[in-house]
Nanobody, 124 residues
Framework: QVRLVESGGGLVQTGGSLRVSCAAS????????MGWFRQAPGKLREFVAR????????SYTESVKGRFTISRDNAQNTLYLLMNSLIPEDTADYYC?????????????????WGRGTQVTVSS
């Protein structure tokens, strides 16, 4: 059974940093592209970052470029998102997802598996 479990969310002040993790099990983690998405209250879920199977290729939505870093540890079956210089607009539930597309994808519909999310709140 495929499981994606996010952790590491919490409350942080503007300008602070947070790292969220996603522990994967039940499938061959290294064979799937991975992504992070977020959903703010009252808004649609949106793409944040993606990473290829090997971790060599990454891409980000414009609003987080230079502040967020996606990475993965295939030996530990874990995905990470390091978030620096956080601003209140980053407040959302953050979800990890897995896709058979090797480079990952920015489209929600391309992902087969999803976690339940971890909440990140940035206070002003």
């Amino acid at each position: 059974q495929v499981r994606l479990v996010e952790s590491g969310g919490g409350l942080v002040q503007t300008g602070g940093s947070l790292r969220v993790s996603c522990a994967a099990s039940g499938y061959m983690f290294s064979e799937f592209g991975m992504g992070w998405f977020r959903q703010a209250p009252g808004k649609l879920r949106e793409f944040v970052a993606r990473i290829s199977r090997t971790g060599e290729y990454t891409s980000y939505t414009e609003s987080v470029k230079g502040r967020f870093t996606i990475s993965r540890d295939n030996a530990q079956n874990t995905l990470y998102l390091l978030m620096n210089s956080l601003i209140p607009e980053d407040t959302a539930d953050y979800y990890c997802a897995a896709t058979q597309q090797g480079l990952g994808s920015s489209r929600l519909a391309d992902y087969e598996y999803w976690g339940r999310g971890t909440q990140v709140t940035v206070s002003s």
